[in-house]
């Protein structure tokens, strides 16, 4: 078996982790926005001995979901500079012969190969996110099972995947180096503690970095504890907004600040997969790197899950939710009659620019979302409201949520370009980026000693152990009605409902696991229900939750004690490390508050 990711040229392909812990690998994915791939990717292999082989590939039909018309992420094997007789990542099963919208094995051509070394290439075809995770060629008879559990033990079979390397013993072990893993981070290091900061992506910041491309929002530096947020202001970029350059998004001040602490391992790309457990605790954890897939083991003593999907908790046993309890639970005035599984959606931003070249885009219809002069966004950027997934699992349909953001962006260019009453005025509009890493609103939450709600924030009821500040307010999403008729159960369309409040401290027993004794969390994943959810969110609100986070791993550490020990205990400790913060105060400020009247927020920021 070769695993894409690991050839030893992966030309102009991607590769692609967001998803290992649903599809069980790392990937390479034609992301050329309707462009083909012009380097192949390429590998040498060593075949064992003459015979025939046939040729199985691991891939995936993306746009079987909602078309049954060709698909357009296609690709050839080349084997020695031949290409294979099938085309790939039309969907067909080798093990069921159906044409299916998940990953499986498709069966290619047998090939007569001579002992020695042979040459394998990806060819691209159409540059419209063609994917592949494997190949096999095999004298055997038995053909590859399609399911996850059939895949893992095939790799476990081949691959010898039980091997790892331990990477060492640390104070406090962060997963996730969006704003909060940063600021927890940082906020630790800053106070003594020895820090893991382990990271799926190979760039920092997560919703904020110029793979995703989403603005900060919130306040930072505000009371009770006005120091909190000046962490945010060394690491945050300058200008607010969605869907812009590249540039506007800093990438590099974030891994400038985290890279100057001594004090914290720094692992990029690295996806969690699994957790010891030891008397309820977490004791140390497992992580796949994405591109050679190699895996390293690492302990700690308390751990913190930034991931906003709360990966880690779900493998340590803690209890999580996710969509939105029943009004009756809390008494909340804006939940639902009855508790359901929805979730705000995922925005996939994109942008495109008027240049003074005439371009042509592939015409998308025959495999896109129908779109016609009234349902049709004739816009040049995405921005907070095309909004999908939110009738999905946030988790498990992860991929297909993401899928569905780049199909509603190509169709829509598509049209624009092709059909629409005023297409001349985009003959030189040209598609310029299409993210493929999704900006998450909202999945899974984990439950805390004390569950904060909608209550709290509207009548601001006070609590002993306040920490950092949410001002925004609880601003809500659902599927705009027209989109939700034309398109049922796959709206790409919301609208915001907005409900003001005053600044509200968030309790510190929001911050910590109560199943699992020595878990934090930080970010979107902390303790809430789906209606305060809807306020906490916003991004600098999170980072101020990383660094208190950081701060009590520090007490935890120098005190041995546990999360909940400091509530009950050591809270005064953490109430001194907040007045006086762990950022730095003599840089220039840029993080200002950016929130304007018209409905109550930015457009760009929600």
Same mark, same amino acid.
């Given at each position: 078996?070769?695993?894409?990711?690991?050839?030893?040229?992966?030309?102009?392909?991607?590769?692609?982790?967001?998803?290992?812990?649903? =599809?069980?690998?790392?990937?390479?994915?034609?992301?050329?926005?309707?462009?083909?791939?012009?380097?192949?990717?390429?590998?040498?292999?060593?075949?064992?001995?003459?015979?025939?082989?046939?040729?199985?590939?691991?891939?995936?039909?993306?746009?079987?979901?909602?078309?049954?018309?060709?698909?357009?992420?296609?690709?050839?094997?080349?084997?020695? #500079?031949?290409?294979? /007789? /099938?085309?790939?990542?039309? +969907?067909?099963?080798?093990?069921?012969?159906?044409?299916?919208?998940?990953?499986?094995?498709?069966?290619?051509?047998?090939?007569?190969?001579?002992?020695?070394?042979?040459?394998?290439?990806?060819?691209?075809?159409?540059?419209?996110?063609?994917?592949?995770?494997?190949?096999?060629?095999?004298?055997?008879?038995?053909?590859?099972?399609?399911?996850?559990?059939?895949?893992?033990?095939?790799?476990?079979?081949?691959?010898?995947?039980?091997?790892?390397?331990?990477?060492?013993?640390?104070?406090?072990?962060?997963?996730? !180096?969006?704003?909060?893993?940063?600021?927890?981070? $940082?906020?630790?290091?800053?106070?003594?503690?020895?820090?893991?900061?382990?990271?799926?992506?190979?760039?920092?910041?997560?919703?904020?970095?110029?793979?995703?491309?989403?603005?900060?929002?919130?306040?930072?530096?505000?009371?009770?504890?006005?120091?909190?947020?000046? $962490?945010?202001?060394?690491? #945050?970029?300058?200008?607010?907004? %969605?869907?812009?350059?590249?540039?506007?998004?800093?990438?590099?001040?974030?891994?400038?600040?985290?890279?100057?602490?001594?004090?914290?391992? $720094?692992?990029?790309?690295?996806?969690?997969?699994?957790?010891?457990?030891?008397?309820?605790?977490?004791?140390?954890?497992?992580?796949?790197?994405?591109?050679?897939?190699?895996?390293?083991?690492?302990?700690?003593?308390?751990?913190?899950?930034?991931?906003?999907?709360?990966?880690?908790?779900?493998? !340590?046993?803690?209890?999580?939710?996710?969509?939105?309890?029943?009004?009756?639970?809390?008494?909340?005035?804006?939940?639902?009659?009855?508790?359901?599984?929805?979730?705000?959606?995922?925005?996939?931003?994109?942008?495109?620019?008027?240049?003074?070249?005439?371009?042509?885009?592939?015409?998308?219809?025959?495999?896109? $979302?129908?779109?016609?002069?009234?349902?049709?966004?004739?816009?040049?950027?995405?921005?907070?409201?095309?909004?999908?997934?939110?009738?999905?699992?946030?988790?498990?349909?992860?991929?297909?949520?993401?899928?569905?953001?780049?199909?509603?962006?190509?169709?829509?260019?598509?049209?624009?370009?092709?059909?629409?009453?005023?297409?001349? %005025?985009?003959?030189?509009?040209?598609?310029?980026?299409?993210?493929?890493?999704? #900006?998450?609103?909202?999945?899974?939450?984990?439950?805390?000693?004390?569950?904060?709600?909608?209550?709290?924030?509207?009548?601001?009821?006070?609590?002993?152990?306040?920490?950092?500040?949410?001002?925004?307010?609880?601003?809500?999403?659902?599927?705009?009605?027209?989109?939700?008729?034309?398109?049922?159960?796959?709206?790409?369309?919301?609208?915001?409902?907005?409900?003001?409040?005053?600044?509200?401290? *968030?309790?510190?027993?929001?911050?910590?696991?109560?199943?699992?004794?020595?878990?934090?969390?930080?970010?979107?994943?902390?303790?809430?229900?789906?209606?305060?959810? +809807?306020? *906490?969110?916003?991004?600098?609100?999170?980072?101020?939750?990383?660094?208190?986070? #950081?701060?009590?791993?520090?007490?935890?550490?120098?005190?041995?004690?546990?999360?909940?020990?400091?509530?009950?205990?050591?809270?005064?400790? @953490?109430?001194?490390? =907040?007045?006086?913060?762990?950022?730095?105060?003599? @840089?220039?400020?840029?993080?200002?508050?950016?929130?304007?009247?018209?409905?109550?927020?930015?457009?760009?920021?929600?």
């Amino acid at each position: 078996m070769a695993l894409a990711t690991r050839f030893d040229d992966r030309g102009d392909w991607t590769v692609e982790q967001q998803f290992m812990l649903q =599809m069980g690998s790392s990937y390479l994915l034609a992301h050329g926005i309707g462009t083909p791939l012009p380097k192949d990717a390429k590998t040498t292999i060593l075949v064992p001995e003459d015979g025939d082989y046939t040729l199985f590939v691991r891939t995936k039909n993306w746009t079987k979901y909602w078309s049954d018309g060709p698909t357009p992420g296609i690709f050839q094997v080349f084997v020695d #500079g031949v290409p294979d /007789e /099938e085309t790939f990542g039309t +969907g067909e099963s080798a093990s069921t012969g159906e044409v299916t919208p998940f990953w499986c094995f498709q069966r290619g051509s047998v090939h007569h190969l001579s002992k020695g070394f042979h040459e394998i290439a990806l060819h691209d075809l159409t540059g419209f996110d063609g994917r592949c995770d494997a190949i096999i060629l095999t004298k055997a008879k038995e053909v590859p099972g399609d399911s996850l559990e059939e895949y893992k033990e095939l790799r476990r079979r081949l691959l010898g995947e039980d091997r790892q390397e331990e990477k060492g013993h640390f104070d406090f072990v962060v997963v996730g !180096a969006g704003i909060s893993g940063i600021c927890a981070a $940082l906020a630790a290091a800053r106070l003594g503690l020895k820090v893991a900061l382990i990271q799926d992506r190979y760039i920092l910041g997560g919703n904020n970095s110029s793979e995703v491309r989403v603005g900060l929002g919130g306040r930072i530096n505000v009371d009770p504890y006005p120091s909190l947020g000046y $962490l945010i202001n060394e690491i #945050g970029p300058e200008r607010i907004g %969605n869907a812009r350059g590249a540039h506007h998004y800093m990438d590099w001040k974030k891994m400038d600040v985290v890279k100057a602490e001594k004090n914290i391992t $720094l692992f990029t790309g690295y996806t969690v997969v699994s957790a010891d457990m030891e008397d309820g605790k977490i004791t140390g954890i497992t992580a796949v790197e994405a591109t050679a897939q190699n895996r390293i083991h690492l302990t700690g003593y308390t751990f913190s899950d930034c991931t906003g999907d709360a990966y880690l908790a779900v493998m !340590a046993g803690a209890e999580t939710r996710m969509g939105r309890e029943a009004r009756s639970e809390y008494n909340e005035k804006i939940a639902p009659e009855v508790a359901d599984d929805y979730t705000m959606g995922a925005s996939l931003q994109w942008y495109c620019e008027d240049w003074n070249t005439p371009c042509s885009f592939p015409d998308a219809i025959d495999w896109g $979302l129908s779109l016609d002069e009234i349902t049709v966004e004739p816009v040049h950027r995405a921005n907070w409201y095309w909004e999908v997934g939110m009738h999905d699992d946030q988790v498990a349909e992860a991929e297909k949520i993401r899928d569905y953001g780049m199909y509603v962006a190509y169709s829509t260019f598509s049209y624009c370009k092709n059909h629409y009453s005023a297409k001349e %005025n985009w003959e030189c509009t040209h598609l310029v980026w299409v993210s493929h890493v999704a #900006g998450k609103r909202e999945s899974r939450r984990i439950m805390g000693d004390y569950v904060m709600t909608e209550n709290d924030l509207i009548r601001r009821i006070p609590h002993e152990d306040a920490t950092c500040t949410t001002t925004w307010r609880i601003d809500q999403h659902y599927p705009m009605k027209e989109n939700e008729d034309r398109y049922p159960g796959e709206t790409w369309i919301s609208v915001g409902r907005l409900t003001p409040i005053d600044p509200y401290p *968030i309790p510190y027993r929001c911050f910590y696991s109560k199943d699992v004794p020595n878990l934090f969390m930080a970010g979107r994943d902390i303790s809430v229900t789906h209606v305060a959810f +809807g306020s *906490i969110r916003v991004m600098r609100t999170c980072g101020m939750m990383g660094e208190v986070v #950081g701060m009590a791993a520090s007490i935890c550490s120098k005190r041995r004690v546990l999360p909940r020990d400091i509530y009950t205990t050591y809270f005064e400790d @953490l109430k001194a490390l =907040m007045r006086k913060g762990t950022g730095r105060t003599d @840089l220039p400020y840029t993080q200002f508050y950016h929130q304007v009247d018209r409905v109550g927020h930015q457009a760009e920021d929600r």
